[in-house]
């Protein structure tokens, strides 16, 4: 399962059309990601891994919402998450340590340590599941969570 947060007010508009690219305020993308997408800055939406081993901190002023997405849900189009501190200089690192390491071993070792990931493609809404209880271990189990 895999996570993602949006502000309260963005609710409605995710429940019907699902969860839309955009790029994260202030983070600038690898010069790798740019080679294989393109000069323009990509849109792409992070996900975290859930439960998760270390907190990500969303530094938004306004109410946040959770989303989860069952893994066989994802995108077909997923990377490392570049714009989640050091996430992608792990994944180079591991790559400079390990030559023998495919890309998807390389991959899967980074989001294991990291516990994020992108997509490069949109989340339809019917694959999202939301949490109708706010009870501690209903949220933590994702017991009770549904689709829209």
């Known amino acids: 399962m895999v996570q993602h947060a949006r502000v309260v007010a963005q609710f409605d508009h995710i429940k019907a059309n699902g969860i ?5 305020d202030s983070a600038i993308p690898p010069p790798e990601l740019l080679e294989v997408l393109g000069p323009s800055r990509p ?6 891994v859930y439960p998760k081993t270390r ?3 969303i530094n938004k002023a306004a109410p946040m919402f959770k989303m989860g997405l069952c893994r066989d849900a994802l995108p077909n189009r997923v990377g490392v998450d570049c714009t ?3 996430t992608h200089e792990f994944a180079a690192r591991k790559r400079a340590d ?9 991959f899967l070792e980074t989001v294991r ?3 994020v990931v992108i997509s490069f493609d949109t989340i ?9 209880s706010t009870g501690l271990e209903t949220v933590a ?3 009770g969570w549904q689709t829209r």
């Open 20 to 24: 839309p690219l955009a790029w994260p």
């Open 84 to 86: 989640f501190g050091g």
């Open 113 to 115: 340590d990291r516990d």
């Open 141 to 143: 189990n994702y017991r």
């Open 55 to 57: 907190p990500v901190l």
């Open 43 to 48: 849109d792409i939406i992070c996900l975290s």
């Open 98 to 106: 390990n030559p023998k390491l495919s890309r998807a071993e390389i």
């Open 124 to 132: 339809p809404a019917d694959a999202l599941r939301g949490c109708l």
